[in-house]
């Protein structure tokens, strides 16, 4: 049935003109989700920008849990429905 196939969903971070494309298959929870969020546009970001201010590029690796709340600093993480309405994600379960 089509509740199997999740079509990859594009990722926009607001102020941002480049968008990335996300495979929901690919995570098993909100916090996979967050983390490859944090990766495609905090850590990416900080290695261009400061790759030779600080030679630790993972400094939240093990001391924080990533989730949705802090997934990228000073933004929400939401979605638009079928109806093109803006809800948080998170809210509903991951399944």
């Not at 049935?1 to 594009?10: A, G, K």
């Not at 941002?16 to 967050?34: E, P």
């Not at 709340?69 to 079928?82: K, R, T």
Request: hydrophobic share 40%; aromatic share 6%; charged share 20%.
């Amino acid at each position: 049935m089509l509740n199997n196939v999740v079509p990859s969903v594009t990722v926009v971070l607001e102020g941002r003109t480049i968008c990335h494309r996300i495979n929901l298959q690919q995570h098993a929870n909100y916090q996979s989700l967050a983390k490859a969020l944090r990766q495609m546009f905090v850590e990416i970001a900080n290695i261009q920008q400061n790759n030779d201010e600080n030679g630790d590029d993972n400094e939240n690796d093990g001391k924080q849990l990533i989730d949705l709340s802090n997934a990228i600093p000073g933004y929400i993480v939401a979605y638009e429905d079928l109806e093109n309405d803006l809800l948080l994600a998170g809210d509903l379960q991951w399944k």
